[in-house]
Nanobody
Framework: QVQLVESGGGLVQAGGSLRLSCAAS????????LGWYRQAPGKQRELVARIISDGSTNYADSVKGRFTISRDNAKNIVYLQMNLLKPEDTAVYYC??????????WGQGTQVTVSS
């Protein structure tokens, strides 16, 4: 079992920044991918950013150039730096750690609210 605990969410004005952290209860090195997803009210959960074991990254088009995902294997933490935040970024942000498409873990989520 793996516990993932997100933190760093909050209320911020449009144009501001937040850094989300996802702390894992075990080493994150073996995971094939680590990602951040978000779910806004009435919408499906969507991928925001993902970092693969080889270091490559994927971003949703809506956040490219504004968000950066990174990992600290020594601390077992995955970060999501969010800059130039927009009201449409408002959502609950979830961390996901995956060994495979059928073997993965979710965190409990952290709320991000961006006011206009």
């Amino acid at each position: 079992q793996v516990q993932l605990v997100e933190s760093g969410g909050g209320l911020v004005q449009a144009g501001g920044s937040l850094r989300l952290s996802c702390a894992a209860s075990r080493t994150i090195s073996p995971f094939n991918s680590l990602g951040w997803y978000r779910q806004a009210p009435g919408k499906q959960r969507e991928l925001v950013a993902r970092i693969i074991s080889d270091g490559s990254t994927n971003y949703a088009d809506s956040v490219k150039g504004r968000f950066t995902i990174s990992r600290d294997n020594a601390k077992n933490i995955v970060y999501l730096q969010m800059n130039l935040l927009k009201p449409e970024d408002t959502a609950v942000y979830y961390c996901k750690a995956s060994f495979s498409p059928l073997n993965y873990y979710w965190g409990q989520g952290t709320q991000v609210t961006v006011s206009s």
